[in-house]
């Protein structure tokens, strides 16, 4: 082999490395990624079995119920549409109704939403990003400021 041959077959080597590296990146963040809907987007959204997504909204008044150990079930409303939520776990202490919450999970067999994780708002200021957006454009929710 020439100088120039090992030069171009180093480089291909390399070439072929990278792409390998960067589609088994891009596979595993696929197989990772979770969109995110409010309750009102699902209805218009067809979702395959089983697909994971992140519900955002507010946590309707009146819907918590606490069961045996960590069950709790609950409601996520977007003031037009809410959708019934089922967590097995420890919720944030902050967790109360009419409050800011993002839940990640899945839609079980009966249109249930059975999340494995569940995001609450951190201080008095704080919503979570995608959901104050949204509320504020459907004129649901305005910000409030502190003076």
Known sequence: MTRKQKRLS???GAMVFLGLATGL???ALGQKA???????DLAA????????????????????LRGQGTDVR?????MENSVKV???????DLFREEQG?????KFGADGVFVADSVLAKHDETYMPKEV???????????????E
């Not at 089922?86 to 944030?92: A, K, S």
């Not at 104050?132 to 502190?146: F, P």
């Open 132 to 146: 104050a957006e949204s509320l504020k454009a459907r004129g649901v929710w305005q910000e409030t400021t502190n």
């Open 34 to 40: 979770s969109y995110f809907y409010m309750p009102a």
């Open 74 to 78: 609950f409601a996520v409303t977007d």
């Open 101 to 105: 919450v993002i839940t990640e999970g």
């Open 86 to 92: 089922v967590f097995n776990g420890i919720l944030p």
């Open 25 to 27: 990146a891009v596979f």
């Open 10 to 12: 180093v480089i291909a």
């Open 45 to 64: 959204a067809t979702l395959p079995a089983g697909q994971r997504i992140r519900l955002g909204g507010l946590v309707e008044k009146g819907t918590i």
